[in-house]
């Protein structure tokens, strides 16, 4: 039986040596250097399509890198026709063509239940069947767990309040009052259209910083990757990945005079927002563009200790449990890691890591 043009997961115990959890932009990295590596693998995916978190973005969604810049390994993203800033539909196009042409054993849709210690391997329980591996690889990203700060009152107020994950277009704020939060590339993003159709305010925790014109997240990747060397570990302090890039749509709203961000409100109310001196405004409604946290939960089972929602590792590598590493995530993951060119980049450090050990363990 087919599912996603894959064959369904056995309903039997299998073996292998490494499973891969997740089958976006980092799971697949991990594909192709596991490929060259000649190990037995298999990429497991919860989702019913290619793509990832790409398939799940508001309708204008872009990169903030050219095409050419954003490459998994081995094959580069082919440039969007008349698009400097490749859309989220093109980076879904070439997902799943970069599935089809180095032909990788991905299961869909299986989500991952549950990893658990079995003797010498790791257990991988999912919703069609188990998986016994030497090693896991989890690269199940950070969209399905959207993050909201403890705000006070935020449930006393009557408007509507959605997240990032949430958001599709601008017209469903046509003639309202919305207020955007956090300074990052989503919100400005998001703000700059949502202004053209409503009356919009935009709160952040601190001023967000606005990159000159001709600097895109190329040029912020390799400064995190200079800082990171740096610091000599590979999550280490990672500037500028934080700060906005210009995209075109950006640029407009900042030519609109716009982009102006006021501090991060106190509370909610009833009706509307409050700061700490006490003045209010009305609004109909909020959209949180707060970030997300790791979706670790098919981890627990583990007992691996977190911290702030992270579990320690060296690399990539788990400290706790080392036949697990996690990919994909963050910069906690290594450089950039949530990033294309990141995901690839920390995938092959992974895989190489492993197929050494792997090695050792054969040799008598």
Same mark, same amino acid.
């Given at each position: 039986m087919m599912i996603?043009?894959?064959?369904?997961?056995?309903?039997?115990?299998? $073996?292998c040596d490494v499973v891969v959890i997740g089958g976006g932009? !980092?799971? +697949?990295?991990?594909?192709?250097?596991?490929?060259?590596?000649? +190990? =037995?693998?298999?990429? +497991?995916?919860?989702?019913?399509?290619?793509?990832? !978190?790409?398939? %799940?973005?508001?309708? $204008?969604?872009?990169?903030?890198?050219?095409a050419e810049y954003s490459p998994l390994p081995g094959?580069?993203?082919?440039?969007? &026709?008349?698009?400097?800033?490749?859309?989220? =539909?093109?980076?879904?196009?070439?997902?799943? !063509?970069?599935?089809?042409?180095?032909? +990788?054993?991905?299961?869909?849709?299986?989500r991952v239940q549950a990893v658990r210690p079995a003797g010498e391997r790791l257990a991988v329980q999912t919703t069609a069947s188990s998986w016994l591996a030497r090693y896991v690889i989890s690269a199940t990203g950070t969209w399905e767990c959207p993050y909201l700060p403890d705000i006070p &009152?935020? %449930? =006393?107020?009557a408007g509507r309040q959605l997240?990032?994950? =949430?958001?599709?277009?601008?017209?469903?704020?046509?003639?309202q009052r919305a207020v955007i939060v956090d300074g990052g590339n989503s919100a400005a993003q998001i703000l700059a259209e949502v202004s053209r159709v409503a009356d919009t305010t935009w709160v952040t925790l601190r001023p967000p910083r606005l990159m000159p014109d001709d600097v895109d997240g190329r040029v912020l990747f390799g400064v995190a990757t200079r800082h990171a060397a740096q610091d000599g570990v590979a999550g280490g302090g990672v500037a500028g990945l934080g700060d906005i890039v210009m995209v075109p749509s950006v640029r407009d709203a900042r030519d609109r005079d716009v982009l102006h961000a006021q501090p991060m409100f106190q509370r909610l109310t009833t009706h509307g927002i409050a700061w700490p001196d006490g003045t209010e405004q009305p609004c109909d409604a909020v959209v949180w563009c707060t970030g997300f946290r790791p979706n670790l939960t098919h981890l627990e089972p583990l007992g691996l200790p977190r911290h702030d929602?992270?579990? !320690?590792?060296?690399?990539?590598r788990s400290v706790d449990e080392p036949r697990l590493y996690l990919l994909g995530y963050g910069d906690w993951t290594g450089p950039a890691s949530a990033t294309l060119v990141g995901a690839g980049r920390t995938a092959k450090a992974t895989v190489a890591d492993i197929a050494t050990r792997i090695s050792a363990q054969a040799t008598p």
């Open positions: 996603g043009g894959h064959k369904e997961v056995p309903r039997t115990p299998e $073996s932009q !980092a799971g +697949l990295a991990a594909g192709y250097y596991l490929r060259r590596a000649g +190990l =037995d693998y298999v990429i +497991l995916d919860a989702q019913s399509r290619p793509g990832g !978190a790409w398939g %799940h973005g508001w309708n $204008s969604l872009r990169l903030f890198s050219p094959w580069g993203m082919p440039r969007q &026709e008349g698009e400097g800033f490749p859309t989220s =539909d093109h980076v879904v196009d070439y997902l799943r !063509a970069y599935e089809q042409r180095y032909d +990788l054993p991905l299961r869909r849709p299986v &009152e935020r %449930h =006393d107020f997240h990032t994950v =949430d958001y599709t277009s601008p017209e469903e704020f046509r003639g929602g992270v579990v !320690a590792t060296a690399g990539t």
